[in-house]
């Protein structure tokens, strides 16, 4: 629900429980003072009707006092009337209560008469003793009509209650036209926090508010603008580090380091074979677009395979799998980027005819150092040690569009399934005592082939909607 509806809601009910409270008080004020003046009223004709009546009933003249009666009852308001005296002498005209107070005492009594129809209406009975010098000599009663005396006071009471519901209404309109008004400041930073959610971190709120509001934009446009160099610096740390690399620094700021740690992983190189021939031939700005176009589908193949590029070296890349996150599958992982890459380059090449690229391609696995590498002021997260060594070698030693391996990346769970392994005869590489015996990767699987299709055209996909 809109907080303008919300807010609407709250004073329109707040508005309507202080005027129903008022429009209560006022009625019952006006039903006090009705009340009072109807009491002041009666009991006046009550005590004019006993003044009257004391010399005519003291000498017994009921002419005198049936005349007194029914003047009295001439009167609109005027129900009933009565003279009793104390030895029996009675006067009356018109509806008079058949139980009455002491003769010496003056009170009133509502009541209800029933008509001749059998309806009641109401009437109330005034009474007042008659006295004649400090003597009591009988009781005077007055009956006046209720509903003609409150006809006015049912009008008044009409009129407080249309006129607070009434107020009510109007208070319901103004309240919700100032809901809108108080909550359009709030609708607008809604409005703003959902194109901050949509990466349109270039338009502020410019509402040329002053106030608190005018604060709170202000410094919800600063921090859109540090969220937008947030996301500048980290799409500039993806570009020259690699996004496992980079997200994982950005997800513990607090401690900027990766910690080193001995991983269990595959290093794949690979680069261009008689790059330096094929550059000396070709303008710089050629080959840089050749260089950027490949090694941006090795990047592609990299990533479908579970693994990324740990650095570009001129022509060349350097890949890892199972850093800085344990992977079981990365020797089956690199086999996957290794023909990947082959298989994509033989693609490329079909568009460069008269100059074909001819990628070389040597994988090696087993446990090195992952860590950061350099000084403090400029560090870099890599992996060293033999292994990799020993990759950079193989990767020498390959034949143009070969894949060549260790023999610990040979014996790798279920490489055997994916590929025809042929073992070479054992080799001495430089700065290794003991020869290596390396294995070239012969032709997939069908159900690696499969997914080497699948995969191509996943990336060459993406390649041309790019």
Request: proline letters at 5%; one cysteine or more.
């Amino acid at each position: 629900m809109p907080i303008a509806i919300k807010w609407s809601i709250a004073i329109g009910t707040l508005i309507s429980l202080v005027m129903s409270t008022l429009g209560w008080f006022l009625i019952t004020q006006q039903n006090r003072i009705h009340m009072r003046e109807v009491g002041i009223f009666g009991t006046a004709l009550v005590e004019q009707l006993s003044h009257s009546s004391s010399e005519p009933l003291l000498a017994d003249d009921l002419f005198n006092l049936q005349g007194l009666v029914s003047r009295q009852t001439q009167s609109r308001d005027i129900v009933g009337a009565a003279i009793i005296g104390l030895r029996g002498l009675r006067a009356d005209s018109g509806i008079v209560p058949e139980k009455l107070g002491a003769t010496d005492e003056q009170n009133s009594r509502v009541w209800f008469w029933r008509d001749e129809d059998g309806i009641s209406h109401p009437v109330i009975t005034f009474t007042a003793p008659i006295r004649f010098r400090d003597t009591t000599a009988g009781q005077a009663i007055i009956t006046l009509d209720r509903e003609f005396l409150d006809r006015h006071q049912r009008a008044t009471i009409r009129i407080i209650a249309y006129a607070t519901l009434g107020l009510i209404l109007i208070a319901a309109l103004l309240s919700y036209a100032l809901s809108r008004r108080l909550s359009r400041p709030i609708t607008l930073l809604a409005q703003a926090g959902e194109k901050k959610i949509g990466a349109d971190f270039t338009e502020s709120i410019d509402a040329g508010r002053r106030d608190e509001i005018g604060q709170v934009y202000a410094h919800f446009d600063r921090m859109s603008l540090g969220l937008l160099e947030k996301d500048q610096v980290e799409a500039a740390l993806s570009r020259y580090v690699s996004p496992v690399v980079a997200n994982k620094i950005l997800s513990n700021l607090a401690q900027p380091r990766l910690p080193n740690q001995q991983v269990d992983g595959s290093v794949l190189f690979c680069d261009i074979v008689g790059f330096t021939e094929l550059s000396e031939n070709l303008p710089p700005d050629e080959v840089a677009t050749m260089l950027n176009l490949y090694l941006g589908y090795i990047a592609e193949a990299a990533h479908l395979s579970h693994g990324f590029v740990d650095k570009f070296i001129g022509d060349s890349a350097m890949i890892l799998f199972g850093v800085p996150d344990s992977d079981p599958k990365h020797g089956q992982h690199a086999i996957r980027c290794a023909w990947l890459i082959q298989a994509l380059v033989k693609q490329l090449n079909r568009q460069r005819v008269t100059s074909p690229i001819h990628f070389r391609i040597g994988i090696n696995s087993g446990v090195m150092l992952a860590g950061n590498i350099g000084i403090p002021e400029r560090l870099e997260f890599t992996v060293v040690g033999d292994t990799v060594n020993l990759a950079s070698r193989l990767c020498s030693l390959a034949p143009a569009d070969g894949i060549i391996m260790s023999e610990t990346t040979a014996i790798q769970p279920h490489i055997d399934e994916m590929i025809e392994l042929t073992e070479q005869a054992p080799i001495q590489v430089r700065g290794r005592k003991n020869p290596v015996t390396p294995s070239i990767a012969g032709a997939p699987s069908s159900e690696f082939g499969h997914w080497l299709m699948n995969a191509i055209s996943t990336i060459l996909d993406n390649g041309t909607r790019g």
